[in-house]
């Protein structure tokens, strides 16, 4: 079999029938191996797709056994902190590195931990410890959907242990490995949920947007996010300038991982409403390209907006942990 074909199988297979999650572990620090990406394969001097400008990427390894699976990623508007979750319940915080033309080069002060469950020890099954996607709350907390067993936990610190979030009427109704991929918060606390798979309309998802009230609960509507064949969304962030960025992944054994970097204006995001995303980029080979599904934007120190792109390996050998840096052009 070629190397592209098993590429796709696995993450067929990891999309489809989890693991066991790597044995939980107390936070500690993690060294992280980087080698540099190119943006596209056959044309190392690429460095433009669409309308992303290539700012760099990474190629990442983790000397813990519990590094990968990076499913959702939230960036500091300084761009000193780097901070992600994994699908087997792990959370990994570290530091961009870049050069002195502003190009990312490595990740590095990092340190990872095990997410904990309501009883306050570390998540240790494949059924609870499914996180697929955060946000991080005006207050500093973060919100984090986990999938298989559908739900909201809120958490003070990512070492605290955490309380229920109450979340929309049918959140329970998405596909077991469907769930709330998408999730991002605003600085009024509103919550933005999209759902991989769930869906009431055709060639369309569910999407909530949760509305905050003193005692920190959330009252629901819907939304539909409009979609094309084979591509469901994995991941959502606000763009600085208040519109929205998403991810949309899709696979198959002969056209491997493709992935469509989109845009929402935010007048679009309304209850009842249907979102029709514009598309910024593509992402296939020949391009860096991998099972991503982490995003985060920032301002560059230019005052650009720059877009991170992380990839979730499922602790499969042949998948990779990269992390890629666009701007944004106008």
């Known amino acids: 079999m070629t190397n592209r074909f098993l590429l796709t199988l696995s993450l067929l297979v990891a999309a489809c029938a989890g693991v066991s999650p790597p044995a939980a572990a107390q936070e500690q620090p993690v060294t992280i191996d980087s080698s540099a990406l190119t943006l596209k394969i056959d044309e190392p001097k690429a460095a433009r797709v669409g309308r992303l400008v290539w700012r760099g990427g990474l190629e990442m390894r983790g000397n813990l056994r519990i590094f990968g699976g990076l499913s959702d990623l939230h960036v500091t508007p300084d761009n000193r902190t780097l901070t992600s979750i994994s699908d087997e319940g792990s959370w990994l915080v570290a530091t961009p590195r870049f050069d002195a033309n502003g190009t990312l080069v490595g990740l590095g002060d990092a340190r990872m931990g095990q997410l904990r469950g309501l009883d306050g020890k570390p998540i240790e099954s494949k059924a609870e410890a499914d996180a697929e996607a955060f946000a991080r709350l005006p207050d500093g907390s973060w919100l984090v959907a986990f999938e298989r067993r559908h739900r909201l936990w809120r958490y003070s610190s990512l070492t605290a242990t955490p309380l229920p979030v109450e979340g929309p009427a049918d959140i329970g109704r998405q596909p077991g490995n469907g769930g709330i991929e998408a999730l991002t918060a605003l600085a009024d606390g509103t919550v933005i949920a999209i759902s991989e798979e769930y869906s009431l309309q055709p060639a369309t998802v569910v999407g909530w947007i949760g509305k905050p009230d003193a005692a920190g609960r959330y009252t629901w509507s819907s939304f539909s996010y409009a979609t094309v064949p084979d591509f469901k969304p994995t991941a959502l962030a606000v763009l600085p300038d208040g519109a929205f960025a998403t991810l949309e992944r ?81």
Do not use: C, H
């Open 250 to 330: 899709a696979f198959d054994m002969v056209r491997g991982v493709r992935v469509r970097v989109m845009r929402i204006d935010a007048a679009q995001l309304k209850p009842g409403a249907t979102v029709r995303p514009e598309e910024l980029a593509f992402l296939a080979s020949p391009y860096a390209v991998d099972n991503l599904e982490g995003l985060a934007a920032t301002r560059g120190a230019k005052g650009e907006t720059l877009l991170w792109l992380m990839s979730d390996d499922n602790f499969n050998p042949l998948q990779r942990n990269i992390l890629m840096l666009f701007e944004l052009s106008q």
